[in-house]
C-alpha cells in the first residue's frame, strides 16, 4: 500500500469513489473529503482543487 508523506493511505481517485470531473469547472484536479454531520455520519464529498467547489460524487 502506498502512503501520502503524513503516512495515511493513498489511493487512486477510481479506487475510492468514480466521478466525471467538477460539474461547476469540468477539472478533473479533484479530491475525496470525508465530513462528519451533526449525527456523527461520515459523509464522502468531492473538492475540485481548482475552483474549490463541493459535490456528492455517483456510486
Known amino acids: 500500500m502506498v502512503t501520502a508523506r503524513d503516512g495515511t493511505p493513498k489511493f487512486k481517485k477510481s479506487e475510492i469513489l468514480r466521478d466525471d470531473g467538477c460539474p461547476t469547472c469540468g477539472s478533473m484536479d479533484f479530491g475525496v473529503m470525508e465530513i ?18 463541493f459535490w456528492y460524487a455517483k456510486s
Open 36 to 53: 462528519k454531520n451533526s449525527e456523527n455520519v461520515v459523509e464522502k464529498k468531492l473538492q475540485c482543487y481548482n475552483c474549490k467547489k
